[in-house]
């Protein structure tokens, strides 16, 4: 069974940090695409950033100098740092596990909040 947790969500001051985790198991986590999405409320989900198997990473414009996505496959883990957050950047944050060849991959996990106050 597939299990994706996220961590290190919570309230922080405009121009502070946060650092998600998201734990993996039941999966081959080296082979895998990981993506970070978020959810702000009336909001649809939108591709925050993308690490490949092989290390290769991609931002979203609205993130792209503040955040920073890394993996540890020996862990199991996928980070997320956010650094100079906004107001704008609170919003639900979910881990998502991809691969499109066998084994196909398309993992969720149940998501970890940011909240950042002005």
């Known amino acids: 069974q597939v299990q994706l947790v996220e961590s290190g969500g919570g309230l922080v001051q405009a121009g502070g940090s946060l650092r998600l985790s998201c734990a993996a198991s039941?999966?081959?986590?080296?082979?895998?695409?990981m993506n970070w999405y978020r959810q702000a409320p009336g909001n649809q989900r939108e591709l925050v950033t993308t690490?490949?198997?092989?290390?290769?990473?991609n931002y979203a414009d609205s993130v792209k100098g503040r955040f920073t996505i890394s993996r540890d496959n020996a862990k199991n883990t996928v980070y997320l740092q956010m650094n100079s957050l906004k107001p704008e950047d609170a919003a639900v944050y979910y881990c998502?596990?991809?691969?499109?060849?066998?084994?196909?991959?398309?993992?969720w996990g149940q998501g970890t909040q940011v909240t950042v106050s002005s």
């Open positions: 039941g999966m081959i986590f080296s082979i895998a695409t």
């Open positions: 998502n596990a991809y691969r499109e060849n066998s084994p196909r991959y398309d993992y």
């Open positions: 690490i490949t198997r092989g290390g290769s990473t």
